[in-house]
């Protein structure tokens, strides 16, 4: 198969009331390497200046489309943006986050790597604040291939901002599901998405953080107790479908309520606290009594072992193995308390190290 070595990407961006972020999140679309892009802002019927500010920034990039509609949500903004798009990929991001410059040009080379260079390309993230400061990232996997099973276990993604599909496979998959938000379940149309085309293809990585990902207090995935409604939506069904997936699912819905809570309690969200201790707690007992006992053989073992190491003559352990597997070059991970900015200032490394192949058994 002759794969196009500069295909045309259309990136879209839904947009809703977004005027403080989104110059910020074109100037990181504009700047890619790969510039033959094709960039659609999809205004989700805004009340602020979004739709003008974007037609402003239009007369800096030809390649900026503005588009319209009455507010509908994320999904149908995206829906409406791929219908519209000409590009054989679409590349999503929302209008408060922001990409490395070689993101897409790292994605391409990924999708040649898969047979016929046919699939869905992904990234690692960096977690940004409202001030574009790091505070965390996401793990750092490889899964290449088949990666459906494991997707289920866990959205390995992450987020609306990452992924390179073929638009042929998104709109053959349905695109993204509005009728999450019609249930008052809106957060999971990407994940549902993913789903879907892990079915019908693989996965390959573009091994860097190559999206900076804002975390910010009243955006879509700080509502706990809604993303959680539209995370079990999605679950049900690939409970229904796939029933010898069951226990995953279930496991992801425990983990995913879990990490909310941590989420909500670092951060000293009370209110969040407050809504999702019952949840949890009534929906997983089992689950919940079993991780607590988890939590206390663990830390018994770390004060067991902080004892011995005090002891005369104790070595000292060996270095704890990496993270993303052995022989793999070292990557620069985000430093928290910096910018985002700093990491666009360095050129990323392009594909780094061997991939992990997905267990047997994956779609």
């Known amino acids: 198969m002759n794969l196009d070595p500069l295909p045309l990407v259309t990136v879209i961006i839904p947009a809703y009331n977004a005027e403080k972020t989104l110059a910020n999140t074109l100037r990181s679309v504009s700047n890619q390497t790969h510039q033959r892009l094709e960039i659609l802002v999809v205004d989700d019927g805004s009340l602020d200046g979004t739709y003008e500010l974007a037609n402003e920034y239009r007369l800096q990039d030809s390649r900026i489309r503005v588009l319209r509609q009455e507010n509908g ?58 001030n574009d400061v790091i505070f965390a990232h996401s793990r750092p996997v490889l899964y290449k291939g088949g990666v459906f099973e494991i997707m289920v276990r866990e959205n390995f993604i992450g987020n609306g901002s990452t992924p390179l599909m073929p638009r042929t496979d998104v709109l053959a998959c349905g695109g993204y599901d509005p009728s999450l938000r019609d249930q008052e379940a809106e957060g999971c149309e990407d994940y549902k998405l993913y ?12 091994a860097d953080f190559l999206t900076g990902y804002r975390f910010t207090q009243g955006n879509m995935s700080s509502n706990a107790c809604r993303m959680l409604r539209s995370h079990a939506l999605v679950m049900t069904e690939v409970k229904r479908r796939y029933p010898h997936l069951a226990a995953a699912a279930i496991a992801a819905e425990f983990d995913t309520a879990r990490w909310y809570f941590a989420k909500a309690f670092s951060s000293q969200d009370h209110d969040q606290v407050r809504k999702l201790a019952p949840i949890i707690a009534g929906r997983f007992p089992l689950r919940l009594a079993l991780h607590g006992a988890r939590l206390v053989w663990r830390s018994a073992k770390r004060r067991a072992r902080r004892l011995a190491n005090r002891l005369p003559g104790r070595a000292t352990g ?25 990491r666009l200032e360095a050129a990323a490394d392009s594909q780094a190290g061997e991939f992990i192949e997905p267990r047997a058994g994956g779609a």
């Open 73 to 130: 949500g994320v999904a149908r903004a995206r829906n409406y943006g791929i219908h519209e798009a000409a590009g054989s990929y679409i590349a999503p991001i929302d209008a408060d986050d922001l990409w490395h410059p070689r993101k897409i040009e790292l994605q391409l080379r990924a999708l040649a790597s898969l047979p016929g260079g046919r699939g869905v390309a992904y990234n690692w993230y960096a977690a940004i604040d409202a």
């Open 195 to 206: 789903l879907a085309l892990a079915e019908r293809l693989p996965f390959a990585p573009a």
């Open 318 to 342: 060996n270095a704890p193995a990496s993270p993303i597997g052995e022989g793999m070059t070292a990557i620069a991970f985000p430093e928290s308390g910096t910018s985002f900015y700093d």
